[in-house]
């Protein structure tokens, strides 16, 4: 009788991902993050058991550095907040913003047209809190505030991008191209 051993098949992204070390710290589930999101400018004037509630309908993802999260262009339904680590925001290849924790993004395509604006990859090992599946407008209805905080980010971003992808001024005067 012959005796056969059978070996266990492994995919390479299983095994790097068991390989890695990098991984960010472990947080408790969605709800127990909100100590870490006290303060984030997503639930600014917001107490801790309303951040709780809303924080109820969220995912854990991770992401490993150098990993694309989301990419312009394409179609998407998740809204991200950043737990633990950083991430660039990038725009027909121009970076335009880089985020951390208690940031988010996402949120273009989720209450817009359904398109990514931009595409945003983790710069270093990333934990983050998703709202899957285009549930961020009821999260907005039950809980108004965070509408109004996404107002205010979204406000704050486009006067920071405001001419930043514009050549230098002494290019206009220049009359150079």
Known sequence: MKITTHRIRT?????????????????PPPTGAVPALT???LFQDMTESEMARALAGFDEVRFPSGC???????????????????????VDGWKVAGLGPGDFFGEIAVL???MRSASVGADTPLHCLVLP??????????HPQIGVNILHSLVGRLK???GRRQPPASTFATGEQ
């Open 11 to 27: 995919n390479r992204t299983e095994q790097m991902l068991a390989e890695t070390s990098e991984w960010v710290p472990e947080y």
């Open 39 to 41: 303060g984030a400018p």
């Open 68 to 90: 694309r999260v989301v990419l312009e262009g394409f179609r998407g339904s998740d809204f991200f907040v950043i737990l633990a680590g950083t991430v660039s925001v990038v």
């Open 112 to 114: 817009g047209d359904g």
């Open 133 to 142: 599946n285009d549930k961020l407008e009821q999260l907005i209805l039950d």
């Open 160 to 162: 920071g991008m405001a």
